[in-house]
């Protein structure tokens, strides 16, 4: 039986939480979002809980995303927050680095962005929220060293609800839409949390 979910108008990370309750009682399920951060964020959600996926926008500016999964397919393992000991996660919340003079700040962040590379060991994930998410656009000045940090295998997650607040969601160059569940996982699971 699909279990159909109207998450339209809804906060992130509700379409998201919504998403996950209806497939763990379920393995057809249909959600209709209005935004396209949703979308990415269902979309991942599946992906890593096993499903395949159909995206469909209608012509009123919404979407379907339409999940399937198998029945006997079992989902990815949740992080387990139980640990001790984890990855090491930055977090990003301004495009400054300290308080006081704002020049300096940038030139800071851009410095500490550029430094990730060097760290031993490197961080399993780096989250942007806030005005931190100016520096995963087009046109950063950190762009090339956050897309070296992507290379390298290290997570880029960037808030949607952030991108979509300062209206830069479709200037996005690096790392993936995210939302509040995932950050507040990553850095829940995190052995080592740097906020700069």
């Given at each position: 039986m699909a279990k159909t979910i109207d998450a339209k108008g809804l906060a992130c990370p509700q379409p998201v939480l919504l998403t996950k309750k209806a497939l763990g009682e379920e393995n057809n399920v249909t959600v209709t979002v209005d935004n396209e951060p949703?979308?990415?964020n269902i979309t991942r959600?599946?992906?890593?809980?096993?499903?395949?996926?159909?995206?469909?926008?209608r012509e009123d500016?919404?979407?379907q995303i339409h999940l399937s999964r198998d029945a006997g397919k079992i989902p990815s393992a949740p992080?387990?927050?139980?640990c001790a000991t984890g990855p090491?996660?930055?977090?990003?919340?301004?495009?400054?680095?300290?308080?006081?003079d704002d020049e300096?700040?940038?030139?800071?962040i851009r410095t500490f962005?550029?430094?990730?590379?060097s760290l031993e060991p490197l961080p399993h994930t780096v989250i942007f929220y806030n005005t931190g998410v100016k520096l995963t656009v087009k046109d950063s000045?950190?762009?090339?060293?956050?897309?070296?940090?992507?290379k390298k295998g290290i997570a880029v997650i960037v808030c949607g609800t952030c991108l979509n607040y300062f209206g830069i969601t479709k200037n996005l160059s690096v790392g993936v839409i995210s939302n509040m569940y995932d950050i507040a996982s990553t850095m829940a699971g995190a052995g080592r949390l740097v906020i700069p």
């Open positions: 949703a979308v990415a959600l599946g992906k890593t809980m096993g499903c395949t996926l159909h995206i469909d926008k500016g919404t979407f992080l387990d927050l139980s090491l996660v930055i977090a990003i919340s301004s495009d400054r680095m300290g308080r006081g300096l700040g940038y030139v800071l962005i550029h430094t990730i590379l000045e950190s762009l090339d060293d956050l897309k070296e940090i992507e």
